[in-house]
């Protein structure tokens, strides 16, 4: 079993508590089905958003999606002038057996044009 890391981003229209949860939400299990996972093959999880997000814990929607005993992380991006704004982004640690280049990395809503080489 190989240890794997998956990256994932969203960008939500506003610092609205309920937008960060549901997209982040959003991403995870999107994540997590385009990956075909289950929580016991995640080893942790860590969250950032842009300095632009400040209402609500990302890691909490992981949290209610039954993430209760993985351990999850916030950090805040760096804030750099011309990044894109509004954007949670997530690096998750897994075990699988599948390769490198059979993981599915997602990027979703706005944040497709962060990795325009690797978004579905």
Excluded: W
């Amino acid at each position: 079993m190989a240890v794997r890391a998956l990256r994932g981003a969203i960008q939500v229209d506003s610092d609205d508590r309920e937008q960060v949860l549901e997209a982040t939400a959003e991403l995870v299990a999107e994540v997590m089905a385009r990956n075909e996972l289950s929580t016991d093959d995640v080893i942790s999880v860590l969250f950032t958003a842009t300095p632009d997000i400040t209402a609500e814990f990302p890691a909490l929607a992981a949290r209610k999606l039954g993430f209760t005993d993985v351990p999850l992380m916030c950090a805040s991006e760096l804030d750099v002038p011309h990044a894109l704004p509004r954007v949670i982004r997530l690096m998750a640690h897994i075990e699988t057996d599948r390769p490198r280049s059979q993981m599915q990395h997602v990027y979703l809503r706005g944040a497709t044009v962060l990795r325009l080489d690797i978004a579905q």
